[in-house]
């Protein structure tokens, strides 16, 4: 049955009760006993890991009798007086398309609580597990309307066991898998594929003509002959006459500087997700493993943010450090937990199963308070002072900053940040339909070797847009580009977001409130958590190529 367990015939085998919800609604679930069926005098839970509790899962025993390798036959399990709200609760229940959830060990049984057939509504009361942990109904009752009295209703179950060889069962897994899914992964691969050659293409071709085009600038800049020198500062030369203020420091240093923190722990903690997945780490039937490995990279990559943030922020000139790491602790953390907060209660008001436990909360307060902060003040700190804190920068800084010319309106703030969002977005967009159907739908993403390519891809798309945004941004004289270099691909969060509107609306069946809440806040804190990752790529790689050709420009 399972491989953590050797049972001997006519053992018994614990079946628990789980949760019950819309089919369509992934995130609006409820517990098994809050539909009107057969339930024990006392309900009991079973002791549940903190991935399971994430997710939503409250196991519970139940009255089922099941026994290793012992067939049975419509055995008696309950005889249920429905009044007319729990005819009324059972029948709302059926026509949203409720689903149950049962689990032997770790193998979960799903099934529908009823049908719709024509015009009335039909429960299922007799139920029987089969191979491959699938549950059919064989046995339906009639609802009425508006019963005038209690309407008994009787439960029965049927067992029948099957026995398999591992390898016989392997090869029929392998084969109803291959059949099913063959063509969808074909699909999948050339979809892929076709995105992945056109980013790398794009990739190429921005690095050659920038190549090109530096290399004619780098020739004509520092082949400036004498009688040509003292004209330098009056001709029009574009990036080189900014070379007094490029490195002119910006304006809320501290923001910046928690914005980059955050945003390289972000893309450690994805980076250190997808490498773990790829080596099958978070296999399906391991409950909540995703969730837990996010908790504790999430607390022990503190460290991370603390030491960018504050080794940054004192090179740029920043004086309260301790400010500063109150910021970063708190710029990605504060609006997870408002968010987290506002859902919570939602879901506490519908008594669903996502509603987290206090002592759950109390935990992972506690995992934060006494390991992510600490460690953040600790990164800082060795940020602060283990560090060389210099800034480094190729050219001197003037006293008087120059005066911006106005710009054109392809080099405009909002174009720029719309079209490097765009260009990110688009190399991703067909891979982000793959991981929408796993995150709010009942599909299992398993390439995740595919997802890893996919978000390294988008690391060198953002970091080759950026570059080639701020090109364009100091050829047109403009030296405030800290901020710009961070939004220009940072902005792929906000199609993110608009891509998430998309999907709800055109291509799920999600409905209801509870769904929408949890649906679009936490697609929002998805989307942020996209700008201060990938705009933190941007910025690098921006800072960089600044560095690289002020540095290889002869200035007198």
């Not at 209801?512 to 933190?536: C, H, I, M, P």
Request: charged share 15%; net charge positive; glycine share 6%.
């Amino acid at each position: 049955l399972v491989q953590s367990k050797k049972y001997v015939e006519k053992e018994q085998v614990e079946l628990f009760v789980n949760k019950v919800g819309p089919y369509s609604n992934p995130d609006e679930t409820y517990h098994y006993y809050s539909l009107p069926v057969c339930r024990p005098n006392e309900v009991s839970y079973k002791r549940m890991s903190l991935g399971q509790v994430i997710k939503g899962d409250r196991l519970s025993y139940s009255l089922f009798k099941v026994n290793f390798l012992e067939n049975s036959f419509k055995v008696f399990l309950c005889k249920k007086k429905l009044l007319q709200s729990d005819v009324a609760s059972l029948k709302a229940a059926i026509e949203d398309d409720y689903y149950f959830e049962f689990f032997v060990e770790d193998i979960p049984m799903r099934g529908f609580v009823g049908e719709v057939k024509e015009v009335s509504i039909w429960p299922h009361t007799h139920i029987s597990y089969i191979k491959f942990a699938k549950v059919f109904p064989t046995q339906l009752l009639k609802l009425p309307d508006a019963p005038s009295k209690p309407l008994d209703l009787e439960m029965t179950y049927s067992i029948k066991w099957q026995v398999f060889h591992p390898t016989d069962l392997k090869l029929s897994t392998d084969s109803r898998a291959r059949s099913s899914h063959k063509q969808a992964l074909k699909i999948h691969w050339i979809s892929v594929i076709n995105s992945t050659l056109l980013a790398v293409f794009l990739v190429i071709f921005n690095g050659l003509v920038l190549l090109r085009i530096l290399k004619n600038d780098f020739s004509k800049f520092n082949n400036t002959s004498p009688l040509d020198a003292g004209n330098f500062e009056d001709s029009d030369n574009g990036w080189k006459m900014i070379h007094a203020d490029v490195f002119r420091f910006p304006h809320y240093k501290s923001l910046l500087s928690s914005f980059l923190g955050v945003g390289t722990q972000i893309l450690a903690l994805a980076g250190s997700l997808l490498v773990m997945a790829a080596f099958n780490m978070f296999h399906v039937r391991n409950h909540g493993t995703l969730q837990v490995a996010a908790v504790i990279i999430y607390a022990f990559t503190c460290c991370l943010a603390g030491f960018v943030s504050n080794s940054f922020y004192i090179q740029i000139g920043g004086k309260n450090w301790v400010g500063n790491m109150l910021l970063t602790s708190s710029i990605f953390t504060g609006p997870l937990f408002l968010c987290w907060f506002f859902v919570n209660t939602v879901h506490w008001a519908y008594q669903s199963t996502q509603a987290l436990p206090f002592s759950t909360i109390l935990f992972l307060f506690s995992i934060f308070v006494f390991i992510g902060y600490p460690l953040c003040l600790l990164g800082g700190i060795f940020g602060k002072n283990c560090v060389n804190n210099k800034f480094n920068a190729p050219c001197r800084t003037r006293n008087v900053a120059r005066e911006i010319p106005p710009a054109e309106w392809y080099n405009k703030r909002t174009i720029h940040s719309f079209v490097g969002g765009l260009v990110c977005f688009a190399s991703i967009s067909v891979q982000m339909n793959y991981v929408f159907e796993t995150m709010w739908g009942r599909q299992h993403y398993v390439l995740y070797e595919i997802l890893l390519l996919t978000f390294l891809l988008l690391i060198l798309v953002s970091g080759a847009m950026g570059i080639t945004l701020i090109y364009f941004q100091l050829s047109s004289e403009n030296f405030l580009w800290w901020w710009r270099a961070f939004v220009n691909t940072g902005s792929t969060g906000f199609f993110l977001y608009i891509y998430s509107v998309y999907f709800y609306h055109s291509k799920s069946n999600m409905h209801g409130f509870l769904q929408s809440v949890d649906y679009f806040t936490y697609n929002l804190l998805l989307s942020y958590a996209f700008f201060l990752s990938f705009g933190a790529v941007s910025f690098y790689c921006s800072l960089i190529f600044i560095k690289y050709i002020y540095r290889n420009l002869k200035m007198d």
